[in-house]
């Protein structure tokens, strides 16, 4: 499933508040987030032309994002990776670039229970996107996000602010990303 054709929702959030409103996009979509990816280790998550996202059960939080390309050859060197291995509730974040925009968010979560709601607020705006969460098929724990601005028309955006929430819609982290820093 591609960013292209997965079903869309944005999260109404504010910095003083954990409550939300999903407005619901095309597709008959269910409020709540982006349905979960589930996948096999080292199986390419198609994330649109240019980028495709692979998670490995090796190492802590391990995974690529990778061109379609060389996706193999990054996989293979990732299998001597420790991982992320970040903290329990907390999310980690990568960002690509290209003339002075971001091109795609990408990170790691670790919730010790359920599927985070991952919200991506572009700079200036009260409100986001809802990011794509994608775990490994039995594996409880942890998993992978990514957001791509371009599926959903946003251009020139250099900033975003990411924020997970549990399924309580409790915010657990969130952390400030640009291409300035």
């Not at 907390?90 to 709601?117: K, Q, T």
């Amino acid at each position: 499933m591609t960013a292209k054709t997965t079903l869309k929702r944005a999260l109404l959030t504010s910095a003083a508040s954990a409550a939300a409103l999903v407005v619901l996009l095309p597709g008959g979509a269910q409020a709540g987030g982006m349905d979960l990816i589930e996948t096999q280790p080292y199986e390419p998550v198609v994330i649109n032309d240019d980028f495709v996202m692979g998670l490995l059960p090796e190492g802590e939080q391990n995974y690529v994002v990778s061109t379609p390309g060389s996706f193999d050859a990054d996989i293979e060197a990732a299998k001597g990776y420790p991982g992320s291995n970040i903290l329990p509730n907390s999310i980690s974040a990568g960002v690509y670039g290209s003339d002075g925009e971001i091109i795609l968010l990408e990170g790691s979560w670790r919730l010790d229970e359920g599927v985070p709601f991952i919200a991506v607020t572009p700079e200036g705006q009260d409100w986001g996107y809802g990011a794509q969460p994608v775990a490994l098929e039995d594996e409880d724990g942890w998993g992978t996000y990514y957001f791509d601005p371009a599926a959903w028309e946003i251009a020139g955006v250099d900033s975003y602010t990411i924020t997970a929430s549990d399924a309580d819609g409790q915010v657990f982290d969130e952390i400030e990303v640009s291409l300035n820093h």
